[in-house]
């Protein structure tokens, strides 16, 4: 099956990278997927989830949980601050933190939970007007005033813009992260998650390559 094909894949670029086996994290991005689909994907063992929308998320997660122990599921579309008190119930991972609204917010809620999922900076790397995330020049900042907040950073994450060569975003992604002290890349999807492992990604995001084409009639 294609989950095959694509965790083959991805230890084939951790070892082409000279990285140790299993230090990739493969998210199977499961969005707007039929539940026959990734009812298959489970079934077939893989147990690590990525979700863009909240409701959605909310209406199917909890009883694949309580039928397939072990899942994890990542938020990884954009986060509105109404919606975070939800997320933080939901997910073991956000990956989508881009403003200092929602991490105050995720702040309130972790200390009033005492406890909170792995969070991830996601950094506008192509300076895209329409994109969120925080630009570049504005990532140490951020990354410090998280830390202030005690919140639990895992690390940073990017899409590069559509129709460039994502090689020096994800080049780029990693340095900020170095030079922060984050070890948590979160960058790659279906078309180029091997040159995301080759430039150091922990979490490569793959979607209609495992799944297929998404209908969102």
Known sequence: MPLED????VAQAEAAAGRAPGSVQLIAVSKVQPAVRVESVLRA???LFGENYVQEAAGKWPAWRAEFPGVAVHMIGPLQTNKAKLAVDLFDAI???DRPSLAEKLARLAQARGASPDLFVQVNTGAEPQKAGVLPEGVDAF????RAMDLPLAGLMCIPPEGEDPAPHFALLAAMAGRNGLTGLSMGMSADFETAIAHG???VRVGSAIFGARSYA
């Open 45 to 47: 063992g893989h147990r």
């Open 143 to 146: 990354v410090a005033a998280l």
């Open 201 to 203: 990604a922990t979490h």
């Open 6 to 9: 694509i965790a083959r894949r």
């Open 95 to 97: 990956h989508t933190v």
